[in-house]
Each structure stands twice: as structure tokens, then as C-alpha cells.
């Protein structure tokens, strides 16, 4: 690996870094300012930071079905993730919520080979059931595993759960819809605008108490805010010149990394199974990847390539 390359693989170790950095974060900022103002505040703040970061795209640069359908997905997907993590009763909960959330990378290459003409490997269908396997061993709670306990876990606050599995469904198949778009440029800021917008009107809307600003309060605003800001920009640069076989697998590992920081972020303690679970998570999804990378058209990335591990 030359010098330029490498540089660029860096960029987007960082850019991973910051993704994993980033859920715990934003817990955090709903935690100041609730649910749905501190998701409001977050992703307008980000919006600015992605303007001048990334910059804003002429929406002429893409087809008008991408940017009503595509648009949809992106925004339906981030809303419902902010929220799941804002409404969990606790810390722990939004852990587990983000961990829900990671079911999108192996729904991702499940419905790409879905919808090609391909044969899939047989295997596919194990490593999901692997991945989804972890996310209920997860979601069981601290006491152990099994049905009972996931079902009484889940039922103790079915909304956030809800949102966070159908986010990864929302997800995944934007992730499809964006690599089949023709125009290759990159509509995030356009989204994110968007996102903040439909937020706004629900804050609007919505009996949340107004927004009440402290040091504290600002200071983990502007981090969460430049983690995802940040996030987006490294990784549009290490995709013109790093190493992207390297990058799409390690970000396959952000479910263990997203862990990981999450805990020592937000001070919880995560048990053994809790661990196991996010290991059958990060596997199945990385068999997934592997064994069908070859089987999607060659003219196609192996991820999203504007945002792999959301």
C-alpha cells in the first residue's frame, strides 16, 4: 500500500471510528434535549457541517424517482433510529436498540441477491439467521437467553424495537436502491437537510417542553454533530484513493466497535451474552458479505459507499 493510498485508508478507519462513536453520542444529545428536539437539533447542526464539508448537490444531478423514493428510505431510516434511541428507558436499552439496527448489513446483501439473477449461495441464508440469532440473544437482557426473557425484554418497550428493526429493513434496501441510481454523485446533504426538516415539523407538533441549552448540554450537540458531519466527509475521501476491500470489511466490525464505544461512553456494563450476540451479529453479517461479494454485478460496490455503517 503506497503513501496516498494509505492516507486515504486512514481517512476512512477515522471515518468508521467516528460511526461507532456516534450512536452512544446521540443518545446522549436526546438525553439533553429529548427525543425528538435533541434528533432535530443533531441533524440540522449536521446538515451545516455537511455543507461545508461535502457540499450540496444539484438535485438536477439525479433522477427524480431516486431523490422522492431514495429520499424517503434515508429519511424514514434515520428518524426511526433517532427516536428508538431517545424513547429507550435507559442506557442499556439504546445499546441494544443500536445493535438491532446492525441487522441492515446482512438484510443488505440478502436482498441485493434477492433481486439479482443470481444464484445465491446457500449459505446466505444461515449467516443471516446468524446475525439475526445474535440480535435476539442481545435484546434477551442480562439474565441469560431465551424466549421468554427476549419476548418480556421486547414487550417492556415494543415501540423502540420496532423502529430499530424496521430501520435496518429501511436502510438496507436504500443501500440497494442508491447503488442501482445512475448518478454517482453523492445526495447525503440533501437528505440530511430533509431529515432535519421533517424532525422540526414533528417537534412542532409534538408536546415536548422547549429546548432548554447548557454547557453540557451544546458541548455534546457539536461532538454527536461532528461525529456524523465528520463521518460522512472522511469517508468521501478515503473512497477516491484507499484501499475499499480493507475499509468494506473492517466496517463490517462496527457493530463490535459501536459496542464497544457505546459502553465506555455511556458507562454500561455489557454481559457475556450481551458480547456473544454482537460477535454472531458482526459474523453473520460478514459471512454475507463474503460469500455473495462476487455475485453482485462488478460495476456495483460491495456497500454503500456514502455511508457503510450507519
Sequence with gaps: MHNAQLKFTLYGCLAIFFWSCLLASARIVTEHFGAVGGSALLYSLASVFLIFTVGIPKPTLFSIRYLVFGGALFVCYEIFLALALGYSHNRAQAIEVSIVNYLWPALTVLFAVLTSNKRP???????????FAGV??????NEGVS???????????????FMAFTGAILWALYCNVTRKQKSKHNAITLFFIATSVVLWIKYA????????????????????AGLMAGGYGLWNIAIIGGNMVFLATLS????????????????????????QGVAMV?????????????????????????????
Excluded: R
Aim: glycine share 4%; no cysteine; aromatic share 14%.
Design 205 to 224: 407538533l409534538s408536546n415536548e417542553p422547549a429546548l432548554t441549552f447548557s454547557w453540557d448540554g451544546t458541548q455534546s450537540l457539536f461532538i454527536a
Design 252 to 275: 463490517y466490525f462496527t457493530p463490535v466497535f459501536s459496542a464497544i464505544f457505546s459502553s465506555l461512553i455511556l458507562g454500561v456494563t455489557l454481559s457475556h451474552s450481551f458480547w
Design 121 to 131: 449461495n446457500w449459505l446466505l441464508y444461515p449467516a443471516v439467521l446468524v446475525s
Design 136 to 141: 435476539a440473544i442481545t435484546v434477551s437482557g
Design 282 to 310: 458482526t459474523i453473520g453479517s460478514l459471512v454475507s458479505w463474503y460469500i455473495t461479494k462476487e455475485k453482485i454485478p462488478k460495476n456495483q460496490p460491495d456497500a454503500d459507499q456514502s455511508h457503510p455503517v450507519a
Design 147 to 161: 424466549l421468554a426473557l427476549l419476548i418480556n425484554n421486547v414487550s417492556s418497550n415494543p415501540l423502540v424495537y
